[in-house]
């Protein structure tokens, strides 16, 4: 059971460049979320789906895109990467509803933007 | 809105020392409540949770109870150990309306435990 896969692990990109952060989950949950971690600031909500098809924005949504065409699959994209957006991000996912309430992590992906 | 304080660190300790890591929290309603650790280069994983006052939620010998007159959360070990040694996180989930699926994170506080 992989759990949370993020990929990449480590990524450098330049300032203006684009890319998409890549996370996928085998455990059918329907929600999923992108954190970002930075020092002193703990984690930040990005953006979250509760479901394929529905997303919405999180605490700092912007420069981010996501989208959310099946349940596995949930990526960010940086559509012009900027110094700011150097981070730590992960990816989490978690049953809908219930008395289940645990988030599930990816090991997540260190982001520099020079 | 919802917010999480917790202490600030970092937090060092002898192995079998006593920890105490405190949160507080403000939120609408009757949030649940979790502590979340993260070992080095990993992501975070669930440690303990609590959905009700005067809960206690228990974990690897970690503890946690929801004082909702006090609106706190603090985690306490009795004896820890150099595996210990980690980031924790406090966080709560708040039960009404278009917040229902977000949780808010504290700042997290690092803890080294030395043998």
């Known amino acids: 059971n992989a759990g949370v896969t993020q990929t990449p692990k480590f990524q450098v990109l330049k300032t203006g460049q684009s890319m998409t952060l890549q996370c996928a989950q085998d455990?059918?949950?329907?929600?999923m979320s992108w954190y970002r971690q930075d020092p002193g600031m703990g984690l930040r909500l990005i953006h979250y789906?509760?479901?394929?098809?529905?997303?919405d924005q999180g605490e700092v949504p912007n420069g981010y895109n996501v989208s959310r065409s099946t349940t596995e699959d949930f990526p960010l994209r940086l559509l012009s990467a900027a110094p700011s957006q150097t981070s730590v991000y992960f990816c989490?996912?978690?049953?809908?509803?219930?008395?289940?309430?645990?988030?599930?992590f990816g090991s997540g992906t260190q982001l520099s933007v020079l | 809105g919802n917010s999480v304080t917790q202490m600030e660190g970092p937090v060092t300790l002898s192995e079998e020392a006593f920890l105490t890591i405190n949160c507080t929290y403000t939120a609408t309603g009757y949030p649940s409540l979790f502590w979340y650790v993260q070992y080095p280069g990993e992501g975070l994983q669930l440690l303990l949770k609590?959905?009700?006052?005067?809960d206690k939620g228990s974990n690897k010998g970690f503890e946690a109870t929801y004082r909702k007159e006090t609106t706190s959360f603090h985690l306490e070990k009795g004896s820890v150990q150099v595996s210990d040694s980690a980031v924790y996180f406090c966080?709560?989930?708040?039960?009404?309306?278009?917040?229902?699926?977000?949780?808010?994170f504290g700042k997290g506080t690092l803890l080294t435990v030395n043998p």
């Open positions: 989490a996912s978690r049953d809908r509803g219930g008395s289940n309430e645990k988030l599930f």
């Open positions: 455990m059918n949950h329907e929600y």
């Open positions: 789906s509760v479901g394929a098809g529905i997303t």
């Open positions: 609590a959905t009700k006052a005067d």
């Open positions: 966080a709560l989930r708040a039960r009404s309306g278009g917040s229902n699926y977000k949780l808010t």
